[in-house]
T-cell receptor
Framework: AQTVTQSQPEMSVQEAETVTLSCTYD???????LFWYKQPPSRQMILVIRQEAYKQQNATENRFSVNFQKAAKSFSLKISDSQLGDTAMYFCAFMKGHYGQNFVFGPGTRLSVLP | DSGVTQTPKHLITATGQRVTLRCSPRSGDLSVYWYQQSLDQGLQFLIQYYNGEERAKGNILERFSAQQFPDLHSELNLSSLELGDSALYFC????????????FGEGSRLTVL
């Protein structure tokens, strides 16, 4: 079974600074997807960024980028120019294959952006 | 707006009661997932349906049951409710094939008194 680990339960960062959230996963699969979801105080689950395992290039979405190390099974999220609106719970997630099988979430990292 | 609709948004009930949570997936999505999130906790996977058939089961209690109907909407039934069942229940849907991500509804907040 796949597992997802987020070793930082809580983090904080000053506004405009850069922060990196860690995620590791365990799988024997070769084809899979990785995701970062954000859950702000509104509790809505919002997709931040997605990475296909077969792509070597790291995904980027505006201020959000990932460092995907397939051999090390590591998938960290970097937030640049942190904004107050980035304050949220961040969940790393793994999905096997293409059909939504075994969609597994990590325990989450609570990020606070300080003014 | 993710396109996934959940009703009701809020529900308050008493211990021992039964409730039904409803989810309409995005148009065209065949997969529906149910997750439970207790206060300040992560997401616990309950169950997944694909085109009306149960595909995967997580830590779903025997007091809970779900189904997906021919029109692809899904219902999660929670019975003999206990205080510990108070949580946010999310429904999500995913495309049959493609980017693989889950699209989440806004959740149904259940409070058991």
């Amino acid at each position: 079974a796949q597992t997802v680990t987020q070793s930082q339960p809580e983090m904080s960062v000053q506004e405009a600074e850069t922060v990196t959230l860690s995620c590791t996963y365990d799988t024997s699969e070769n084809n899979y997807y990785l995701f970062w979801y954000k859950q702000p105080p509104s509790r809505q689950m919002i997709l931040v960024i997605r990475q296909e395992a077969y792509k070597q290039q790291n995904a980027t979405e505006n201020r959000f980028s990932v460092n995907f190390q397939k051999a090390a099974k590591s998938f960290s999220l970097k937030i640049s120019d942190s904004q107050l609106g980035d304050t949220a719970m961040y969940f790393c997630a793994f999905m096997k294959g293409h059909y939504g099988q075994n969609f597994v979430f990590g325990p989450g990292t609570r990020l606070s952006v300080l003014p | 707006d993710s396109g996934v609709t959940q009703t009701p948004k809020h529900l308050i009930t008493a211990t021992g009661q039964r409730v039904t949570l409803r989810c309409s997936p995005r148009s065209g999505d065949l997969s529906v997932y149910w997750y439970q999130q207790s206060l300040d906790q992560g997401l616990q996977f309950l169950i997944q349906y694909y085109n009306g058939e149960e595909r995967a089961k997580g830590n779903i209690l025997e007091r809970f049951s779900a189904q997906q109907f021919p029109d692809l909407h899904s219902e999660l039934n929670l019975s003999s409710l206990e205080l510990g069942d108070s949580a946010l229940y999310f429904c999500a849907s995913s495309p049959t094939r493609g980017t693989g991500e889950l699209f989440f509804g806004e959740g149904s907040r259940l409070t058991v008194l």
